[in-house]
């Protein structure tokens, strides 16, 4: 009986320090409505969590761009996980990675009214005064475009590891069907590249509202990874690099995806867009909009596991007037949003897209992924890595350089001389391997990870700190945390090196620079020589 009662006044004294920390959190009032987070007296910071940047995307507003969230009275508690964006899976095969990311880790539902962010902030209270605004890093989840969702990621923990220097947002967006059905029908009755459109939507909330949790609006760095990586190119060569005024200052990319990004009226993203119960229509996007949402939901879920292995039916296109043309292009013409970038990858990047167990050889693999291929180019690429290893190993290869390894550093070409790269080689270096670097609580990935893969505090310092030592100097190559093992970073173009995270074989950390290697370069020059194919 006395344990009971113990554990009932423990129970109830939790409550009431929880019911305590939210009452204590400030208030912050953003004219259209007023929300309240809760403290964590542990990590000594705020968070504002569900916090309404667009109006739901419901009814007429599905496939449209976002608009103004409704106004509302009273003040709203941003205590809980918002929704998330319907999920869908990619490819088919029962090994597929990303079909068993976890997702109930905040106890999320899902819904179309998911246009919500969170904003996390250091201790209790908010600066008032220009002068004590903060650095602000908006990560934008990965996922392929159809999966993710802000409950995944504690941006709380970017703030302890940046020594409460940051403040930090993280965001969703429409995905899969919701977010970028493309195709003739949408361009003339809605928006494409929806799911683009909302975040760059939650990019210009940022600019309006940040200052209100203590941020600066003028001093905002875009992160992603993997879909949210190659998010962070779209908004790098967003309107021809030239979005006015601009939404951030700089820009990290972990894991950059690029897959083919086709022109929304080509004939692939038209088949996609035809594949519906709405396909007899004269107007085929009222008809949609129509549509119950489990009926659609059931499409999204269709249409993306009858694509090939790892591929996905629902990405970003070229729509003319967001993104003016691939993105390739514009970066070769140096048009670019934002200062500075900082670059990671991973050392296994293309595995995760690959059946494991595949028997097709790499020419009828390359002709599979990039269909619009010809035999001259099918043929270029397959040579690049016929002496390679077996089959799949040349896969993994082909697939990570051409849409991740490649892409990056188009990007770090680009930029001329303001840009920096880095490898997470912790083995076995896998896509989303270093999420929990960084997101140490994170709990999902490519191996089913619980936290970091490699959990020493030293890695963890080295490896994180260069986050966030750019969001708040604009350079990886600035040491706020004594104890900091980090060599000094070299800017990309000057000897390309790199800067190389892994652990010795007796298990310590060993970071270090190293040499872009030429072959990879040299296979790069001929994944971009090929990109209109691609398309890139």
């Known amino acids: 009986m006395s344990i009971k009662i113990n554990l009932l006044a423990v129970s109830q004294t939790f409550l009431a320090l ?3 920390a939210t009452a204590n959190a400030p208030i912050v009032d953003l004219g259209y409505a007023q929300y309240q987070g809760s403290v964590d007296t542990t990590t000594n910071t705020t968070s504002f969590l569900g916090i309404r940047y667009a109006a ?4 007429n507003l599905r496939w449209a761009a976002p608009q103004p969230p409704p106004t509302v009275s009273g003040v709203q508690q941003a205590t809980t996980q918002p929704n998330q964006c319907y999920q869908g899976p990619l490819g088919n095969a029962s090994t597929n990675p990303f079909e068993n990311i976890s997702l109930s880790k905040r106890d999320v539902s899902q819904s179309e009214d998911c246009l919500f962010l969170s904003v996390y902030t250091p201790g209790s209270t908010i600066a008032t005064t220009p002068s ?23 941006g709380a923990e970017l703030i302890t590891e940046s020594d409460y220097g940051v403040i930090s947002v993280i965001i969703q967006y429409r995905l899969g069907l919701f977010g970028f059905l493309s195709g003739e029908a949408v361009k003339e009755g809605g928006a494409l590249n929806a799911g683009l459109l909302d975040q760059n939507y939650a990019l210009q909330w940022v600019q309006a509202y940040i200052s209100q949790f203590g941020g600066d609006p003028t001093k905002v760095t875009i992160w992603g990874q993997s879909a949210g990586a190659g998010s962070v190119i779209q908004h790098i060569v967003a309107h021809g690099g030239n979005t006015h005024p601009p939404l951030f200052r700089a820009a990290m990319t972990s894991s950059t995806f690029l897959p083919s990004q086709y022109n929304y009226n080509d004939p692939i993203p038209e088949l996609i867009h035809s594949t519906h119960s709405c396909g007899s229509s004269s107007d085929t996007l009222s008809c949609l909009r129509a549509v119950d949402v489990n009926t659609l939901q059931t499409l999204n879920t269709d249409i993306n596991l009858d694509g090939f292995y790892g591929m996905i039916a629902f990405i970003p296109v070229v729509d003319g007037t967001f993104i003016v043309e691939r993105p390739t292009l514009t970066l070769s013409k140096g048009r670019l949003n934002g200062n500075h970038l900082l670059s990671v990858t991973n050392t296994h990047e293309g595995n995760v897209l690959v059946d494991q167990s595949m028997t097709m050889d ?17 043929a270029g690429a397959a040579s690049l890595y016929q002496n390679m290893g077996s089959n799949v190993n040349q896969a993994n290869l082909a697939i990570g350089e051409s849409m991740f390894l490649c892409p990056t550093y188009y990007m770090l070409e680009a930029f001329r001389g303001r840009a920096w790269k880095g ?17 140490t609580s994170y709990t999902s990935g490519p191996q089913f990870i619980d936290g970091p893969l490699y959990n020493n505090s030293q890695f963890i310092t080295s490896f994180s700190n260069s986050f966030m030592a750019m969001v708040m100097f604009e350079t990886p190559d600035h040491r706020y945390t004594p104890g900091d093992i980090t060599p000094p970073w070299n800017i990309w173009q000057r000897g390309l090196t790199e800067m190389i995270f892994n652990e010795t074989s007796a298990g310590l950390p060993h970071v270090y620079t190293s040499t872009t ?3 990879l370069l040299e296979r790069c020059a001929y994944w971009r020589s090929v990109s209109a194919y691609i398309p890139q």
């Open 56 to 59: 739901p995307p419901l009814d």
């Open 132 to 154: 004590g605004r903060l650095p602000v890093v908006v990560f934008i989840h990965g996922g392929g475009y159809v999966l993710g969702a802000e409950s995944l990621y504690d």
């Open 423 to 439: 490898e997470f080689a912790i083995p076995p270096g896998l896509h989303g391997d270093d999420i929990g670097e960084y997101f």
């Open 362 to 378: 790499i020419a009828d693999f390359i002709g599979t992924i990039y269909p619009d291929f010809g035999p001259a180019q099918i």
């Open 18 to 20: 929880a019911a305590l």
């Open 517 to 519: 290697g030429l072959a």
